[in-house]
């Protein structure tokens, strides 16, 4: 069964520190892998995605993710965390060979940075 | 401006009262979907459409009806709630073109409470 899965139910981090936000996957064939981030009581906002190539993606407000196939992994960072980055953030990811289009979403992880 | 717009954003209810949360997409998006979102469980599809008139069942479709009459509106119909459908819901669109990765787009939510 496809599956992601976010260890941390909450990341801590203090302003100025780098920040990482872990996810790993199971999926059949290769992945397209997602980030999306949820400021409270708003929707889903896209960050970034890995489809193929470079394995170190870049994305909206500084945020980067590194694809690495042998961990089946997708970590988003960030080299210097800021308080407004506070948020929680989904990890989700879609076979290549599916053919509904279905996102497979981990549990999210909730980013507190504190001043 | 690009966007999916939910209504309500907030709605309280008492079980078994028939309801509809509608939402409309003006990007012309083949494929939409609702969502519920619940503490420590993620996003987890209830349904979706890959076009007008095609719609299918997600990972927890029970008690949840939709209909896709035009390709802009997928509105979400409970016709017996209860309160174990509390939760925050949202809809997404996506284009299909290009494959299957490209980025959802998601409304503000619909917070719902069946009491």
């Known amino acids: 069964a496809q599956s992601v899965a976010q260890p941390e139910d909450q990341v801590n981090v203090a302003e100025g520190n780098p920040l990482t936000v872990k996810c790993t996957y199971s999926?059949?064939?290769?992945?397209?892998l997602f980030w999306y981030v949820q400021y409270p009581n708003r929707g889903l906002q896209f960050l970034l995605k890995?489809?193929?190539?470079d394995n170190l993606v870049k994305g909206s407000y500084g945020f980067e993710a590194e694809f690495n196939k042998s961990q089946t992994s997708f970590h988003l960072k960030k080299p210097s965390a800021l308080v407004s980055d506070s948020a929680l953030y989904f990890c989700?990811?879609?076979?290549?060979?599916?053919?509904?289009?279905?996102?497979?979403w981990g549990a999210g992880t909730k980013l507190i940075i504190k001043p | 401006e690009a966007q999916v717009t939910q209504n309500p954003r907030y709605l309280i209810t008492v079980t078994g009262k028939k309801l509809t949360v509608t939402c409309s997409q003006n990007m012309n998006h083949e494929y939409m979907s609702w969502y519920r979102q619940d503490p420590g469980l993620g996003l987890r599809q209830i349904y979706y459409s890959m076009n007008v008139e095609v719609t299918d069942k997600g990972d927890v479709p029970e008690g949840y009806k939709v209909s896709r009459k035009e390709k802009r509106n997928f509105p979400l119909i409970l016709e017996s709630p209860s309160p174990n459908q509390t939760s925050l819901y949202f809809c997404?669109?996506?284009?299909?073109?290009?494959?299957?990765?490209?980025?959802?787009?998601f409304g503000q939510g619909t917070r719902l409470t069946v009491v």
């Open positions: 997404a669109s996506s284009t299909q073109q290009g494959g299957g990765h490209t980025e959802a787009f």
């Open positions: 989700a990811v879609r076979g290549r060979m599916d053919s509904n289009y279905q996102l497979i």
């Open positions: 890995y489809i193929t190539g």
């Open positions: 999926v059949s064939g290769n992945p397209y």
